[in-house]
């Protein structure tokens, strides 16, 4: 089992910045995959960002590429992070982190673990 706990949503306004950060605990966090995914008001659950389990790879959804950064600390932290820069309106969800004892993927079904979501609201 894997357990995941996100922080850092909150209200921010257009073109402001927020960081996620998603806890792991359990089985050993290093070899799971990670991803973000976000589900917006009244649409289905959609990909944010990936990160390999060594941290070596990317990957990003055209809609945050160049604002999102995803990172992760494999050592006593076990943290998965979404650096959010240059947030729009239509960034507005709620964010979940979830975990993945394969390769990275883009769709949610595939990961095995999941946190409980933390909101993210961005004023226009």
Do not use: H
Not at 1 to 23: D, H, K, M, P, T
Not at 39 to 52: D, H, L, M, S, Y
Not at 91 to 108: I, L, M
């Amino acid at each position: 089992q894997v357990q995941l706990v996100e922080s850092g949503g909150g209200l921010v306004q257009a073109g402001g910045s927020l960081r996620l950060s998603c806890a792991a605990s359990g089985r050993t966090f290093s070899r799971y995959a990670m991803g973000w995914f976000r589900q917006p008001p009244g649409k289905e659950r959609e990909f944010v960002a990936a990160i390999f389990w060594s941290g070596g790879a990317t990957y990003y959804a055209g809609s945050v590429k160049g604002r999102f950064t995803i990172s992760r600390d494999n050592t006593a932290k076990n943290t998965v992070y979404l650096q959010m820069n240059s947030l729009k309106a239509e960034d507005t969800a709620v964010y979940y982190c979830a975990a993945r004892s394969s390769v990275v993927s883009r769709t949610p079904d595939q990961y095995e673990y999941w946190g409980q979501g933390t909101q993210v609201t961005v004023s226009s």
